[in-house]
Structures are given as C-alpha cells and as structure tokens.
C-alpha cells in the first residue's frame, strides 16, 4: 500500500473527489439554486451552468458585473461603491479562498482540469506517444493568450455591452466558449450546450469557436497535459493574489540542485523557470497549478518543498524519487 | 374606466383556461414584462401588475417574501400591483377564495432583484402555502427558466402530504389540455411544448409565453381547486441553435488535434 502512496495518488482522490461534489454536487451535498452555493466565486472552472454543480467558477458573476454594475460608472454615473461593491466581494472570495489554497484550486480541484489529466490518462494508456514537454519558444508564445482571455472576455467586453457599445452576446464571452461550461453539463446528461448558434454573427463566432475549442482541447489531451489549463484566465486572477497564497512551492536549491531538469520534465505546465538557481524562495510561478509532481520527481534532499505557512508538507527526496520513478514506469508499461 | 376595459379583454382573451379556477397572469398593460424580458438573470420579464383570472369578490391576496415573511396584497377589480422588492431571490404570490362547498387558490413565483435575502430558495417552496398546493420541484434555479421542449418536475400536496393518483391538467396558450397524473409520491414530471408563433430569430425578440397547471381534489363534500402559473420561454435548440452542427464542430475540433498529434509524431521521428 505505500508503495502507491503518492503526491499524485493523494491528487487524484482529491480531484476525484472535487469533481463529483462540483460536478454533481446539487444533487448531494446543497440545493441547485444560487443562493445555497458555498462561494459563488471558485478560483477554478466550475461552470454555473451546470445545474446540478455544487458551486461555480468566479469568472461568470465578474464578467457580469463588468456587464451589468461597473459599466453603469460610465452610462448611469452611478456611484463607485454601488459600482464595484459586487466585484470588490467576488475579488474579496477569491483572495481569500488563494489565501487557503492558493492554486492548488487548478491542480488538486478545478473538473476541467481533472477531465484534462483524465483524458491523458486514456491517451497513455491507448499508447498514444507522448509530447514530453513543449519547446521554451511555444510556452512563450502560448503564456499571454490567458492574459489577453482575461483582459479582453472576461473585463472589457462585458463592460463595452454594458455600456451598449457591444452586443448583449459579448455580456459573458469567455462563458461562451469555455470547455468547462459544454463537459460540465454534458457529464449531467444536458447536452444543451453543444450547439451551434445563428442568432447573429457574434453568436456564432462564438459557438463556433465554443464546439471547436472543446473538440481540440479533447484530442490535444490525449498526447499534451493539460491544453486548456494553459490558456485558463483563472491563472492571471489568481496570480494577482498567489503572494498571500499560504501553500507554496518553495525550492532550496544552493549547491544541492545541479539542474538535471526533472521538474521541468515532470511539470505539466512546462515552466522552465523552476529549474532556475533558487536559495529558499517561493517559485509557485503563475502558470503553476501546485500538482507537486516536481517535488516528487526531483531526486536530491530537500531542494523542492510544498510548504503551508511555516510548515513543510513534503520534500523533495533520493526515496521519494526513486519511488516515483518506478510507479511511473509500472503506469506507462 | 380604462383598467375596467383592460381588464375586460384580457379575461376575454382567457376565456376557457384553468377550468374556472382561479390563477394568475401578468396583467396585459403592464410594459414592464416586455422589456425586462430580453434579458436573463434575476428579475427577468417579471411584470409587477398582475392579475387573477375567475376569481370571485372574496378572494385574498399575499406575497411571500424570500424570508418568508408575508404582505397582503390589495385587488383593484381583479388586479394587485406588487410593491418594490426589499430583497432579492424568490416571490411567492397566493390568492385564495371560498365558495359554498369549495375552496380556490392559485400561486405564482417570481424572482425579483435586490439584497439576498440569505434564506435558502428550498425553504419557499417547501412552506406550505395553500391547502392543496401544487410545488415545482425544484424551481428552476434563479439564472434559469422555463424553456419549452425541457421536461420538469412538481409535486402535489394536500394538507402538506403528497396526493397520489390525482389528475393535474396542463395548459397553454397554443396547446390543448394535457392531464397527467401524480404517482405514489404525489409527483408528476411535465414536458413544456414547444408552441410558439411567430418566432424571431434571437431569445430577446420572443415574449415569454404562460403555462398553467390545474388540480382539483374532494375532501368529503368540500372541493378544492388549485393552481400554479408561470411563464415559459422558446427553447434557442428548437430554433436557431444547431445542435447536430455543434456536435460537428466539436468533431472538426477534435480532428485539428489529431492532426496536431500527426504533425508532432512526424516531427519527433525527423528528430
């Protein structure tokens, strides 16, 4: 039994574990409707959509809040606190809930991501050969796309419809083509969310990209960790807060780490920078989604740690490596 | 003079529904529904002139308020006018009068803006409200709607116990009588059909249309007759969304994947 023992077996409970209760869990744990959630305002893609989840994603109430309360600054010249107080206490959950978890959200909670590693799990196991790591070049290319998702679907556009300067379309865009909101529902038996709208252009600019995105995210799966995860604006919102975050990555590096790039090997993310020289520092990069599998792979004593506050959860080790090693040799046959 | 006149047409244009109980509907003048319909969220088309159909002079009127607290409502001639909402989250309106030998009642829910109420929406619903009670279950959630072509859920109590084997008949504007029975849990599961005229391409250009739910219960020499309204919108899926092109559009997605996996395969062997 301790020989699976694991980081990643602990992960993958959990995440098993988040998945029913955010997927399914207005059928178990809380009622469907709005007011019963716990938060309202997930740093992870759990979609509102999905009726039956047991709570949602922070993306939806702040796309319409740029809509529907911080557009009227400009249309209604209404007052700033009546303007922001909405988004000022979604922004307030979501630094708190960082505070707690940081963005363990991503790696150890968020359903999509879940599906994501779930779906390479399969493509692993079809024999489907592997893309290891994607160049340092591509990784740079992709990294702004969040950004851009985040600046310009989830604030701007929805504040530019508020304002009438856009159509009633771009009030929720980044909900219109996130893959979250069509495997959500679809994993409930609604497949109402598949569809290619021809309402107006914007609908199906929108749709179409919505099916197509969800279709590429599923097959780049197979082959590549976690596609999606690296465009996700909930990396740039929880960056803005992952200093408070009190789990962190932490790496000692000094004259224990001769850069053998094992944790870039075994990051999913592909984040070159944690192979960088670090003397007791937090690296949780903004990509990092703290899954902790370069703790696990990296192979020298106390070089990479998770750490909640002051307390040292796991170290990176000569055992743990070589226990890792095996059980990811004995998965891949 | 003219609310007699509106009120004359509108029970003129509903002539026949609801078996002469009483029920409401959005009264027919009342602009607001119009225009707040083309949009979703909390509020939605709720129109907040109301008015109850068949009713007779001693009928009495209430407001339940996501607390759970109550306030009276006021008739003139047949019609309330909701007072503005002091929180948010769901409404329910009861009307109910008496006969010799007989009782009516009739609810309607609404969703209304404001401060949470911070009292949970399952609350509302499982507060017995009227004698023989027809309850959604669950409501729909307060983003949502009743939307045609979906099927949903309600359960029939009377005296607060379910009522088994009991005929409920469903009504709308466009489609005959449909009966259905409750089981041995006094639940019974509608289908919304989809039978709107008229429809214009986009949610926003198509008013909402009513449903209404009708029941009728003996208990000894007394009758009771009850109702449940409220507003159902076209399904997008019946219309202008394609789903058999958005499950193909997912499969194009999936094949630009799996030709990026072709393309990396190639490139991993030429090294």
Redesign the interface.
């Known amino acids: 039994m301790d020989k699976l023992l694991t980081v990643t077996a602990l992960r993958r409970v959990v995440q098993l574990t988040a998945f029913v209760f955010f997927v399914y869990g207005a059928m178990i744990f809380a ?6 959630k716990l938060t309202q305002a997930l740093p992870a893609l759990s979609c ?1 959509y999905d ?1 039956k989840g047991g709570d949602y994603c922070a993306l939806i109430p702040l796309q ?1 809040q740029m809509d ?1 309360r911080v557009s009227t600054l400009f249309t209604q010249n209404a007052g700033v606190m009546e303007a922001l107080m909405g988004t000022l206490i979604t922004i307030g959950t979501v630094a708190l809930l960082i505070l707690i978890l940081n963005k363990a959200f991503c790696g150890w909670l968020c359903p999509l991501g879940f599906f994501q590693e779930a779906i390479t799990m399969i493509g692993t196991k079809l024999g ?2 592997q ?1 290891g790591s994607l160049s340092r070049e591509t990784v740079n290319k992709i990294r702004p796309i969040k950004w851009f998702l985040f600046l310009f679907l989830v604030l701007l556009f929805p504040i530019l419809t508020g304002i009438g300067l856009l159509g ?1 379309e771009w009030g929720s865009p980044f909900c219109s083509i996130c893959p979250s909101r ?1 495997m959500t529902t679809a994993m409930t038996g609604d ?2 969310q ?7 252009g914007g609908y199906f600019a929108l ?2 990209i919505a ?10 799966a ?2 590549v960790t976690q596609p999606f995860c690296r465009i996700c604006p909930i990396l740039p919102m929880q960056t803005l807060f992952k200093k408070i975050g009190l789990l962190r990555l932490v790496k000692n590096g000094n004259s224990h780490c001769d850069s053998c790039s094992n944790c870039v090997k075994a990051c999913p993310m592909d984040i070159y920078e944690i192979q960088d020289q670090a003397e007791n520092r937090n690296i949780t990069h903004s990509d990092c989604t703290l899954c902790g599998r370069c703790v696990e792979f990296c192979p020298h004593d106390g070089v990479m740690n998770f750490k909640y506050g002051p307390l040292t959860l796991y170290s990176s080790s000569k055992e743990g490596f070589k226990k890792r090693t095996k059980i990811d040799k004995w998965w891949k046959g | 003079m003219k609310q007699i006149l509106f009120s004359l047409l509108l029970g003129i244009s509903l002539w026949g529904y609801g078996d002469g109980a009483i029920y409401w509907t959005p009264h027919g003048c009342d602009e607001g529904k119009a225009t707040a319909s083309k ?1 979703g ?1 909390h509020g939605k088309g709720e129109s907040a002139m109301f008015a109850l159909m068949n009713s007779e002079e001693n009928a009495s009127a209430r407001l339940i308020l996501p607390n759970l607290s109550e306030n009276n409502l006021t008739f003139t001639l047949n019609t309330v006018m909701l007072p503005k909402p002091p929180m948010g ?1 769901y409404y329910a309106m009861v009307a109910e009068g008496t006969e010799t030998n007989g009782s009516y009642s009739a609810i309607r829910y609404l969703t209304l803006h404001g401060r ?7 609350k509302l619903t499982a507060l017995p409200k009227t004698v023989l009670e027809i309850i959604p279950d ?1 409501l729909h ?4 709607r009743y939307t045609a072509s979906k099927s949903y859920r309600f359960l029939l109590h009377f005296r607060g116990k379910p009522l088994i084997n009991t005929a409920v008949t469903l009504e709308t504007y466009n489609t005959p009588a449909q009966t259905y029975t409750t089981d041995n849990k006094g639940a019974f599961s509608i289908t919304l059909p989809n039978d709107f005229k008229n429809v214009q ?4 250009e198509n008013k909402p249309s009513e449903f209404l739910l009708t029941t009728q219960h003996r208990d000894g020499e007394h009758l009771y007759k009850s109702t449940l309204t409220m507003p159902y919108s076209l399904n ?2 019946d219309y ?4 058999t ?14 030709l ?2 072709r393309r ?2 190639k490139g ?1 062997k030429n090294g």
């Open positions: 009622t469907f409707y709005t007011d019963d509102a009726m319409h529907h489907l050969t893309l009633h069509i497949m109402n598949i569809y290619i709208s021809q309402a107006n749709s179409l099916d197509t995105l969800f279709g590429l995210m599923i097959a780049l197979l082959f | 949009h969220g989250g949470p109420a911070k009292v949970s929406p399952t669950p959630r307060e983003h949502d391409v986009g949610r926003s997008p899926n202008w969304q394609s789903q092109y958005g499950a193909g559009a997912i499969f194009i997605g999936f094949l630009g994947g799996l990026v996996y990396t395969k991993a």
